[in-house]
């Protein structure tokens, strides 16, 4: 009896589209299918006739026929290709490279899988990694402009609630861009990377770590969200500390210290309760303003770290206890001008010694399955005193994460960069966290951005 072949399915960029492949659906494209014009749309429809499409209209996620793909839409997959149309499925190398000239940038597929199983899915789940980490290092050069224009989003919006006015319909451009794009996982990384001021930039630094880890956490455990979408979770998140814009600027943006009782600190501790008035005149939902009204209370309410006073735990909902942790995750490893700050791997052993005193235990545990010991973007040094990146985390062995080695033990930078699992490289062991900023100073975002895995 002959044996069937079999076959696998991937994620692939256009560049590791492999003759014999077949393309079961298109999933990322160039900027031009966002907002389609009149042209892009029609020869959408031109040339995928028979096709469903997923694409954002207006403020709703649709699954629409291709015929029906119309002008305005923001294209976000291509799938259930009619078998005749194999001239748009089975790759060859002339379709490759009209997909890469079109602006199409990644494609789920299906492969046959050849002898010598063990070895071939480990080689593809290499590929499959690599590839993940070269998207990863490609959305962080996309957006880092993404995020400067984000935080001055969000100061506006604070400076129009200070003067009386709410309307946060520019930063909701941003946010739709973001999770359109599927970008806020690379960006929570750039909070290690950068120099940030400590209220614009930790809120869409906040902002982007809570909606990665929240719904990184929601698929995991197959639970479904409280929101309404994507948007509205990133949304709350950005305005979390909306409280702070009924305070003063000078007081706000100072970079003293503030004395426990002074009335500064006064002012600043009650910007949770300034909050809710805020939220309620933008119509946000009860959980979004339950989120910035109760983010600084603890576990132990006595603390002096939990205000406002005389609030129950139990009021306290669960995106709110996770949304608290990365509050202070951000304001730890938020790189300012003026202070000394933590590396993200140590940054996360001291807020696990908190877990279970001041932060929930199980979300804790929650945020750690998806962040990892060492959180991708963290700077390491290995064993043979190399420095390396962290690309990817390992569900089987926390400690031991995915690695791109950007200096040798000699202190010479590489320039041909390779994916390590230390989970594989049993060898090699990591002996030391590192604070970017000091090993490469301000460019060390530049220099993180011209990682390129092969």
């Known amino acids: 009896m002959t044996e069937q072949p079999k076959f696998a399915k991937a994620v692939v960029s256009v560049k590791e589209l492999k003759p014999g492949m077949t393309i079961l659906s298109y999933i990322d494209f160039h900027s031009k299918y966002k907002s389609m014009d009149a042209e892009t ?20 996620k649709v699954d629409v ?10 294209l976000t997959r291509i799938h259930k290709i009619p078998p005749q149309r194999k001239k748009l ?7 490759a490279q009209a997909l890469g000239k079109r602006g199409f940038l990644k494609f789920e597929v299906k492969y046959q899988v050849k002898e010598k199983k063990a070895s071939s899915q480990k080689e593809i789940k290499k590929q499959q990694d690599t590839a993940k980490a070269n998207d990863f290092v490609q959305k962080i050069k996309e957006n880092v402009k993404t995020h400067q224009n984000t935080s001055k989003a969000v100061e506006n919006v604070m400076d129009d609630a200070r003067k009386g006015k ?8 941003y946010v ?16 290690s990377l950068k120099e940030s001021d400590q ?19 929601k698929a995991k455990k197959g639970d479904p969200s409280i929101f309404e979408n994507d948007s509205e979770a990133l949304l709350g998140a950005f305005l979390h500390d909306i409280g702070k814009s009924k305070i003063p600027k000078d007081v706000l943006d100072s970079t003293v210290r503030f004395e426990r009782d002074s009335k500064e600190m006064q002012l600043m501790q009650a910007h949770p309760e300034m909050a809710v008035e805020i939220m309620q005149s933008m119509g946000l939902s009860e959980d979004i303003i339950n989120m910035a009204h109760y983010h600084h209370i603890k576990m132990d309410t006595t603390i002096n770290s939990c205000y406002p006073k005389n609030v129950s735990y139990d009021e306290v909902i669960y995106e709110t206890r996770l949304i608290s942790i990365i509050d202070v995750y951000q304001a730890l490893v938020g790189k300012r001008k003026y202070k000394k700050s933590w590396n993200p791997p140590a940054a ?17 545990d929650d945020f750690l399955s998806i962040m990892g010991l060492y959180p991708k973007g963290s700077l390491i040094q290995l064993n043979d005193e190399s420095l390396a990146f962290v690309m990817n985390i390992s569900e089987d062995d926390p400690e031991r994460p995915q690695v791109v080695v950007v200096r040798n033990g000699s202190g010479e930078d590489i320039t041909h960069h390779s994916l390590l699992d230390l989970v594989e490289e049993k060898e090699i062991t990591v002996v030391k966290d590192l604070d970017c900023l000091e090993v490469f100073g301000t460019d060390a975002i530049d220099y993180f951005s011209k990682i390129d895995i092969t």
């Open 176 to 191: 739709d861009g973001i999770t359109d794009s599927s970008s806020a996982e690379a960006m929570s990384a750039m909070v």
């Open 65 to 74: 026929a291709v015929e029906r793909v119309q002008e305005g839409d923001t």
């Open 199 to 217: 209220t614009y930039d930790h809120c869409v630094d906040v902002g982007v770590i809570f909606n990665a880890s929240y719904f990184g956490i």
């Open 348 to 364: 996360m052993r001291y807020l696990d010694a908190l877990a279970g005193v001041e932060f929930d235990m199980d979300v804790w």
């Open 41 to 60: 749309s029609k020869w959408i429809q031109i040339n995928f006739p028979g096709s469903r499409a997923h694409v954002v209209r207006g403020d709703k």
């Open 166 to 173: 709410v309307n946060y319909g520019a930063v909701k451009e």
């Open 89 to 95: 499925t089975l790759v060859t190398e002339q379709l």
